[in-house]
């Protein structure tokens, strides 16, 4: 049974960090292309920043230099360090992995507010 669990999301005041992890089950992961999506409200969901899974690297304009994204394959882990957020940031963001087939998290809340 595939799962993908993400944490670390919360309240936050602008200008902050977070990190948020994604623990994947059930699948080789190593084989994987891993992404984190987002969904605000009204909106619709949205690719923030990818991993292949040799590990290159893209992200959204509006993340671009504020977020990484990374992966650690012996914890079959993936990870979104996020810096200087902003309100708009806020989002339910998702853990995704993608190669034969697609799997979802059940996302972690986002909110960036003072």
């Known amino acids: 049974q595939v799962e993908l669990v993400e944490s670390g999301g919360g309240l936050v005041q602008p200008g902050r960090s977070l990190r948020l992890s994604c623990a994947a089950s059930?699948?080789?992961?190593?084989?994987?292309?891993m992404n984190w999506y987002r969904q605000a409200p009204g909106k619709q969901r949205e690719v923030v920043a990818a991993?292949?899974?040799?590990?290159?690297?893209n992200y959204a304009d509006s993340v671009k230099g504020r977020f990484t994204i990374s992966r650690d394959n012996a914890k079959d882990m993936v990870y979104l360090q996020m810096n200087s957020l902003k309100p708009e940031d806020t989002a339910v963001y998702y853990c995704?992995?993608?190669?034969?087939?697609?799997?979802w998290g059940q996302g972690t809340q986002v909110t960036v507010s003072s």
């Open positions: 995704n992995a993608e190669w034969e087939s697609k799997y």
């Open positions: 059930g699948i080789r992961f190593s084989l994987y292309a």
């Open positions: 991993i292949t899974s040799g590990g290159r690297t």
